[in-house]
């Protein structure tokens, strides 16, 4: 299968403390790679280094064969500003926190990235942005504004920018998180219909079923490393490392 991304011995440290440590991974065409682990394990960090948001302290990453940052001597150095413009274009990323422009309405929120960004022509971006829109059930709130919609519908309009880019690859960092149970639902089943027609995408969730049920890899954290990954069904269902179990365990009694 096509590679289209990898990290290779990650290091970050914020300040004394090392948060990432290292932390290899790599992610292939079509695969769903969902990252669990309790609070404070590093999930978010590697999700921010991998989407270029926080820089490595040493390590690879690797965009398509593409360098982002490389390893020279132990410490990462990053590739030049137009490279890494170019590589920022092959993947999105969805918040937990929406992070829509207020200003902007739904139909804007979706169309501005494609058009400022990718210097697209606006009557094509905005067929595709409509079409986006009707596939996250929302054509009918193009021109409304993000405080007239509820969690899950700002949610599914910024997985709708987000694949407005095209991306390669699509990052959610606990994407259900700030939304009740019943939104919860809403945004895991978009999500899912992505699974299904092959959309690479790495997940940072709390939602022990649903990945199990739509992920090809489990990874799990604590304290900045990998302690078990492998096959969903084997890694949340029959854990070999004590600290998997014992946090699988708490989330069954909560």
Known sequence: MNKLMEINHCRKQFGQREVLTDLSLSVEEGQVLSIIGPSGSGKSTLLRCATLLETMDGGDLIYLGRYAARDQGGKSVYAPREELLKIRGSFGLVFQNFNLFPHYS??????????????????????????????????????????????????????????????????FDEPTSALDPELTGEILRVIRRLAEKKMTMVIVTHEMAFARDVSDWV????????????????????????????????????
Not at 126 to 139: H, I, N, T, V, W
Not at 155 to 171: C, E, F, G, T, W
């Open 219 to 254: 990874i799990f954290m604590n304290d900045g490393v990998i302690v078990e990954q492998g096959d969903p069904r084997d890694v949340i269902d029959h854990p070999t490392q004590e600290r998997t179990i014992q946090f699988l365990r708490r989330l069954q009694e909560t």
């Open 106 to 171: 739904v139909l804007k929120n979706v169309m501005e990235a494609p058009m400022l960004v990718q210097k697209r022509a606006e009557k094509e971006v905005r067929e595709e942005a409509m079409e986006l829109l009707d596939q996250m059930g929302l054509a009918d709130r193009a021109d409304a504004y993000p405080f007239q919609l509820s969690g899950g519908q700002q949610q599914r309009v910024s997985i709708a920018r987000a694949m407005a880019m095209n991306p390669k690859i699509l990052y």
